[in-house]
């Protein structure tokens, strides 16, 4: 079959292909290639365990920036018996129980007190703890 005149500038010559490799010479150079791989490996770990505080802090600073230009907006989070639900953002005038004592998050606690002859399901606020994205770190 005669060879077109594209095949001819893109196909490498033979003789540039180099010498033929046996299947235990390419399980030579795999072999090679791999020791070499776990060492830079290796390296790269011993690397990182020295310089660890160092990359945690790196890597943890745009987090510490995320909300630096925003005010808190406030939130509410309601606890049933161990339960914690939320917290759901919520604007004072959506949530009038929301109190004005400068806390980003506030907690209610679900209880129940009896009426007359009939329980009637209560909010009482807990007192302000300062609550960050992480909880309690």
Not at 38 to 51: H, K, R
Not at 72 to 86: A, D, E, N, R
Request: aromatic share 10%.
């Amino acid at each position: 079959m005669p060879i077109s005149k594209f095949e001819e500038s893109v196909l490498p010559e033979e003789d540039s292909l180099g010498p033929k490799k046996t299947f235990w010479e390419h399980v030579e150079d795999l072999r090679k290639v791999l020791i070499w791989c776990v060492v830079v490996v290796c390296v790269a770990l011993v690397v990182c365990l020295m310089l660890d505080d160092k990359l945690v802090r790196i890597l943890e600073y745009p987090l510490s920036c995320m909300d630096m230009f925003e005010k808190p907006k406030p939130s509410v989070s309601f606890q049933i018996g161990t339960t914690k639900l939320g917290p759901f953002e919520v604007p004072p005038e959506q949530f009038a129980a929301i109190p004005n004592v400068g806390s980003s998050n506030v907690t209610f606690k679900l209880g129940a007190t009896k009426v007359g002859e009939e329980y009637v399901l209560t909010l009482k606020p807990e007192a302000a703890a300062q609550t960050s994205f992480w909880g309690p770190f």
